[in-house]
């Protein structure tokens, strides 16, 4: 079975939706969370350059259609921190 796939909403790459992080805005609440629940979604890639084009021309906001919340910019560039690259954890010099 072919895998979803997903277009990063900064670089407009596609690729299957396991390869980008998820940000949803929830369909009861309107709240942004990430990774999970049922509403409306976009899709990002976990790299630096789509993170920062996306919080600096609001592309989260526009997809979701609601403001988006400094907190969840934060989580993600800590998940950026935190994230293994070839392997090994970077540490932030």
């Known amino acids: 079975m072919q895998p979803n796939y997903r277009r990063c909403i900064s670089c407009r790459k596609i690729a299957a939706k396991q390869e980008f992080w998820r940000i949803v805005r929830l369909y ?5 969370v990430l990774d999970q629940g049922m509403g409306r979604s976009a899709y990002l890639c976990p790299q630096a350059a789509c993170l920062k084009q996306a919080e600096r021309k609001d592309r989260l906001g526009k997809a979701l259609k609601v403001p988006i919340p400094k907190a969840i910019y934060a989580q993600l560039w800590q998940r950026l921190q935190e994230q293994p690259r070839n392997g090994v954890l970077q540490r932030n010099e």
């Open 28 to 32: 009861d609440s309107q709240v942004v």
